[in-house]
């Protein structure tokens, strides 16, 4: 078992910056792809993005490329998502997720573990 525990969430004004962190509990997580995904309310899960276990593939949504940015560090079994130029379009639960798979994915069925989240919230 893998467990993930989110935190940075919190309430910015448009155009400014969060970091997020995502601790996993197992020695092991250095052979996890890692994921972020978002849940506003009332809409479908959305992926945000995710790393491959040795942190040399990324993959974004296109809704946050060239403004997120996914890093991992395999020493403090961490990974992050560094936000910036939030827009209130942005405002959403975040999850991190863990995936066996060595191919990372877009696809939130393909993860084994989540986190419970953390809230962002961007105000215009």
């Known amino acids: 078992q893998v467990q993930l525990v989110e935190s940075g969430g919190g309430l910015v004004q448009a155009g400014g910056s969060l970091r997020l962190s995502c601790a996993a509990s197992?020695?092991?997580?250095?052979?996890?792809?890692m994921g972020w995904f978002r849940q506003a309310p009332g809409k479908e899960r959305e992926f945000v993005a995710a790393?491959?276990?040795?942190?040399?593939?990324?993959d974004y949504g296109d809704s946050v490329k060239g403004r997120f940015t996914i890093s991992r560090d395999n020493a403090k079994n961490t990974v992050y998502l560094q936000m910036n130029s939030l827009k209130p379009e942005d405002t959403a639960i975040y999850y991190c997720?863990?995936?066996?798979?060595?191919?990372?994915?877009?696809?939130?069925?393909?993860?084994?573990?989540w986190g419970q989240g953390t809230q962002v919230t961007v105000s215009s």
């Open positions: 790393i491959s276990w040795r942190g040399g593939v990324t």
């Open positions: 197992r020695r092991m997580f250095a052979i996890y792809t």
């Open positions: 997720a863990a995936d066996r798979q060595v191919a990372i994915t877009t696809n939130g069925y393909e993860y084994d573990y």
